[in-house]
């Protein structure tokens, strides 16, 4: 929508002057219970009040996106692409909130991702100063945001995602502070209603350990990496109340990981009049909080997108029960504003490899269509319309990445979302921006190898192994580069453009060719030494030969642990249970050794973390990409080629060594699907209940049992 469809004649407006949360009053008349909505816009989030009542429990809204133009020479990697933007509107139902005669709205905006300048990473990402447009429709007249609306530059001193908030309550203005609003231009947008859920206190946690006081604070451990907000208490006014968050307890010059004592701090000056102080406008990635010795912690408010959990797994192997636990827990905490981010303290972006690698297990895990549905938008918006370059964030603000790890969200993301909901209709409106990203690759490559990408930024290949990144960049975006390709014939054929086919597959030809010709060793029988996984890569994308394979096998079956970054992990695991070596694949997930998810536990890990020996963030679900092989692959509940959403469905478990009980289920577009099975001996006695009249069959061994209702099977194994 434009401005007029959106907003009628309403007038966008801010506070002249003020930097961080502005506050506006609008008076009207009303007539109480009367039919009333209200199309409201702040940038970058808003509170919404009417005559003293919050309306709705909504947090940091409207979602996050790539709102209008900007000049984005100046970041730490400059960009010139061409993008698209849209901007969130939320729509409220207020006829309860009204009463007879004068009402006020009164609206808080805070800064969000929009006005963001206080980042010491990217260079300048900021959109500009608060701003706000609404329109109320009702009964007995329309209200709109314009020039009659007061504003006030509030009583923030600072008000930043990165940096925390500082509220000062002894500078509350009265109403005889505020001024006319300034009307300003709208932005250059598209205006779209809101779909992804908005954040909300999902928990509340008022269980912790206070684990010293010295130096004027106390120390208190939640017992859980979390995100949220910490609510503080102090009753008397003119105090300065701190609160500082961490993942990890550091030494006296560093407060935890990424973490320093004059960062990431939420400030107060109290008032004695209200007793209890939280952040507004943010979130904090933390388990450890230090508050001041004048001031004391009375509970965490646990915040994230609002993705109900749709999941269930269970088994007698604890390092499997936990990984599914812990990554279900990393995801949520790192999904808010609509936007699935690497990390929920440092960073908190959007970035495209790390949401491409957990699309799949988020959205089997998940009530999360609606919010992927919403990402699906900032991939393509962060698509060059020119070049057909995907950014590395999405929305864009910054980042490192590669061109097919991260870039390569624009295939991925919408392929697993069709297979899971079953919606064509996303591959029919991506299957054109696939073949731009294509062309861009072709642009990028050299002999047929995707050799580099945007000048002056960065060409990663694959991300963090446990030792210095040794695997080629071109070799694995090389080999991604064919995986999707293979992709998009698939899709080509669902939404029948068969024709083509045959250019693709010459294509993949082509680079499949060059990449032998650059990495294969005959006498190695692997592909760059199989360094980092490189081997597994080539093998994934359809390169590689039996050769190859047993080379792989061999090599992992005598290291007994990962040597992979966070693409090669899902990519090797995934391999070797789809082609036989279910065993393996179990063992290294599994594993005790120092790289592996047990080390994580051990170590008292409650999130995942970035790098597998832990020296940096301890909250990143990018590793946990595999966790949806419990379901695809242990449990065996997978589709039957041609089939999305789950409308048919195969049941085809691995039994393993090490794992004699497994049980768990997973909500479809069409229906729970459960699946459990007990070993017992040489015997396996598996159950069953994906619904009555779905097509469901039972595979194993060579033998097919069709399935109806609740089942029991038993087998040998």
């Given at each position: 929508m434009n401005q007029t469809e959106m907003f009628a004649n309403a007038k966008w407006i801010e506070c002249e002057g003020a930097e961080y949360a502005p506050v506006f009053l609008k008076k009207f008349n009303a007539v109480k219970g009367e039919k009333a909505e209200i199309a409201i816009c702040g940038l970058g989030w808003f509170d919404l009040h009417i005559n003293g009542a919050r309306v709705g429990d909504d947090l940091l809204v409207p979602s996050?996106?790539?709102?209008?133009?900007?000049?984005?020479?100046?970041?730490?990697?400059?960009?010139?692409?061409?993008?698209?933007?849209?901007?969130?509107?939320?729509?409220?139902?207020?006829?309860?909130?009204?009463?007879?005669?004068?009402?006020?709205?009164?609206?808080?905006?805070?800064?969000?991702?929009?006005?963001q300048n206080q980042r010491d990473a990217e260079g300048n990402v900021d959109y500009g100063t608060p701003k706000l447009c609404f329109y109320i429709a009702k009964g007995s007249g329309d209200v709109i945001s314009d020039r009659g609306t007061l504003s006030h530059k509030g009583y923030f001193r600072r008000c930043n995602l990165y940096t925390g908030e500082f509220q000062d309550f002894s500078a509350v203005p009265e109403e005889k502070d505020f001024s006319p609003a300034h009307e300003i231009e709208a932005p250059d947008t598209d205006f779209e209603y809101q779909i992804a859920p908005p954040d909300r206190v999902i928990e509340t946690i008022r269980t912790f350990k206070l684990l010293k006081e010295e130096n004027g604070r106390k120390?208190?451990?939640?017992?859980v990496n979390t995100v949220g907000r910490a609510a503080v208490k102090c009753v008397k006014g003119g105090e300065h109340v701190t609160v500082a968050y961490a993942e990890e307890i550091g030494g006296s010059e560093r407060f935890g990981i990424h973490f320093s004592d004059d960062r990431y701090i939420d400030e107060y000056i109290t008032d004695g009049i209200r007793t209890e102080y939280k952040t507004r406008f943010?979130?904090?990635?933390?388990?450890?909080?230090?508050v001041s010795d004048n001031a004391e912690l009375?509970?965490?408010?646990?915040i994230h997108s609002d993705c109900r959990v749709t999941s269930e797994f269970d088994s007698d192997s604890e390092i499997l029960n936990w990984l599914y636990k812990t990554f279900i827990h990393t995801q949520l905490c790192n999904m808010h504003s609509g936007v699935p981010s690497d990390c929920p303290h440092r960073e908190r972006l959007g970035y495209t490899g790390d949401g491409q690698l957990c699309a799949q297990s988020a959205m089997l895990m998940l009530d999360s269509r609606d919010f992927y549905r919403k990402w699906l938008c900032d991939i393509a918006d962060c698509q060059c319309r020119e070049s057909g370059h995907v950014q590395?964030?999405?929305?864009?603000?910054?980042?490192?990445?590669?061109?097919?790890?991260?870039?390569?969200?624009?295939?991925?993301?919408?392929?697993?979302?069709?297979k899971i909901f079953g919606d064509k209709s996303v591959l029919e409106e991506f299957y054109p921006r696939m073949q731009k990203f294509f062309d861009y690759l072709d642009s990028r490559s050299e002999n047929c190898l995707v050799c580099r990408e945007e000048e002056g930024g960065w060409c990663l290949g694959d991300w963090l192994p446990p030792t210095p990144i040794q695997v080629p960049e071109t070799l694995v975006n090389s080999c991604l580069y064919i995986k999707f390709l293979r992709t998009a014939c698939e899709i080509a054929r669902v939404i029948g453009r068969e024709s083509d086919i045959p250019a693709m597959e010459e294509k993949i030809a082509a680079v499949s060719k060059a990449v032998d010709a650059a990495y294969y060793s005959f006498q190695q029988r692997a592909?760059?030494?199989?360094?980092?996984?490189?081997?597994?890569?080539?093998?994934?994308?359809?390169?590689?030969?039996?050769?190859?394979?047993?080379?792989?096998?061999?090599?992992?079956?005598?290291?007994?642990?990962?040597?992979?970054?966070?693409?090669?992990?899902?990519?090797?695991?995934?391999?070797?249970?789809?082609?036989?070596?279910?065993?393996?694949?179990?063992?290294?997930?599994?594993?005790?050794?120092?790289?592996?998810?047990?080390?994580?536990?051990?170590?008292?890990?409650?999130?995942?973390?970035?790098?597998?020996?832990?020296?940096?963030?301890?909250?990143?679900?990018?590793?946990?990409?595999?966790?949806?092989?419990?379901?695809?692959?242990?449990?065996?509940?997978?589709?039957?080629?041609?089939?999305?959403?789950?409308?048919?469905?195969?049941?085809?478990?691995?039994?393993?060594?090490g794992l004699d009980r497994a049980s768990g289920s997973i909500e479809t577009v069409n229906g729970r699907i459960s699946v459990s099975f007990v070993k017992s001996g040489p015997n396996a006695e598996v159950e069953i209940d994906a619904g009555e009249g779905r097509y469901t069959e039972f595979v194993y061994k060579g033998k097919t049992i069709p399935v109806n209702g609740k089942t029991v099977i038993k087998v040998e194994v």
């Amino acid at each position: 929508m434009n401005q007029t469809e959106m907003f009628a004649n309403a007038k966008w407006i801010e506070c002249e002057g003020a930097e961080y949360a502005p506050v506006f009053l609008k008076k009207f008349n009303a007539v109480k219970g009367e039919k009333a909505e209200i199309a409201i816009c702040g940038l970058g989030w808003f509170d919404l009040h009417i005559n003293g009542a919050r309306v709705g429990d909504d947090l940091l809204v409207p979602s996050a996106s790539n709102y209008s133009e900007r000049d984005m020479s100046g970041w730490s990697y400059p960009l010139f692409d061409k993008m698209g933007f849209r901007t969130y509107v939320m729509k409220y139902d207020i006829g309860s909130y009204l009463r007879d005669g004068e009402n006020v709205a009164e609206i808080m905006l805070g800064t969000g991702y929009y006005h963001q300048n206080q980042r010491d990473a990217e260079g300048n990402v900021d959109y500009g100063t608060p701003k706000l447009c609404f329109y109320i429709a009702k009964g007995s007249g329309d209200v709109i945001s314009d020039r009659g609306t007061l504003s006030h530059k509030g009583y923030f001193r600072r008000c930043n995602l990165y940096t925390g908030e500082f509220q000062d309550f002894s500078a509350v203005p009265e109403e005889k502070d505020f001024s006319p609003a300034h009307e300003i231009e709208a932005p250059d947008t598209d205006f779209e209603y809101q779909i992804a859920p908005p954040d909300r206190v999902i928990e509340t946690i008022r269980t912790f350990k206070l684990l010293k006081e010295e130096n004027g604070r106390k120390l208190y451990d939640i017992g859980v990496n979390t995100v949220g907000r910490a609510a503080v208490k102090c009753v008397k006014g003119g105090e300065h109340v701190t609160v500082a968050y961490a993942e990890e307890i550091g030494g006296s010059e560093r407060f935890g990981i990424h973490f320093s004592d004059d960062r990431y701090i939420d400030e107060y000056i109290t008032d004695g009049i209200r007793t209890e102080y939280k952040t507004r406008f943010g979130w904090q990635g933390f388990r450890y909080v230090w508050v001041s010795d004048n001031a004391e912690l009375v509970r965490v408010d646990v915040i994230h997108s609002d993705c109900r959990v749709t999941s269930e797994f269970d088994s007698d192997s604890e390092i499997l029960n936990w990984l599914y636990k812990t990554f279900i827990h990393t995801q949520l905490c790192n999904m808010h504003s609509g936007v699935p981010s690497d990390c929920p303290h440092r960073e908190r972006l959007g970035y495209t490899g790390d949401g491409q690698l957990c699309a799949q297990s988020a959205m089997l895990m998940l009530d999360s269509r609606d919010f992927y549905r919403k990402w699906l938008c900032d991939i393509a918006d962060c698509q060059c319309r020119e070049s057909g370059h995907v950014q590395h964030t999405a929305p864009a603000m910054g980042g490192g990445g590669g061109p097919c790890g991260w870039g390569g969200a624009i295939v991925e993301v919408p392929y697993r979302y069709y297979k899971i909901f079953g919606d064509k209709s996303v591959l029919e409106e991506f299957y054109p921006r696939m073949q731009k990203f294509f062309d861009y690759l072709d642009s990028r490559s050299e002999n047929c190898l995707v050799c580099r990408e945007e000048e002056g930024g960065w060409c990663l290949g694959d991300w963090l192994p446990p030792t210095p990144i040794q695997v080629p960049e071109t070799l694995v975006n090389s080999c991604l580069y064919i995986k999707f390709l293979r992709t998009a014939c698939e899709i080509a054929r669902v939404i029948g453009r068969e024709s083509d086919i045959p250019a693709m597959e010459e294509k993949i030809a082509a680079v499949s060719k060059a990449v032998d010709a650059a990495y294969y060793s005959f006498q190695q029988r692997a592909y760059c030494g199989d360094i980092n996984g490189a081997s597994a890569l080539a093998l994934d994308a359809g390169l590689g030969n039996e050769r190859v394979r047993s080379k792989v096998i061999e090599k992992y079956r005598a290291l007994g642990e990962y040597d992979t970054g966070i693409i090669a992990t899902e990519a090797l695991t995934r391999y070797l249970f789809e082609t036989g070596e279910a065993q393996l694949a179990f063992d290294l997930l599994t594993n005790d050794n120092d790289v592996s998810f047990s080390y994580m536990k051990k170590s008292g890990a409650t999130t995942l973390w970035e790098n597998w020996n832990g020296a940096s963030s301890r909250n990143h679900p990018m590793f946990g990409a595999v966790t949806a092989l419990l379901f695809t692959k242990l449990l065996g509940i997978s589709q039957p080629s041609g089939s999305a959403g789950f409308e048919k469905v195969i049941i085809s478990p691995c039994f393993v060594e090490g794992l004699d009980r497994a049980s768990g289920s997973i909500e479809t577009v069409n229906g729970r699907i459960s699946v459990s099975f007990v070993k017992s001996g040489p015997n396996a006695e598996v159950e069953i209940d994906a619904g009555e009249g779905r097509y469901t069959e039972f595979v194993y061994k060579g033998k097919t049992i069709p399935v109806n209702g609740k089942t029991v099977i038993k087998v040998e194994v």
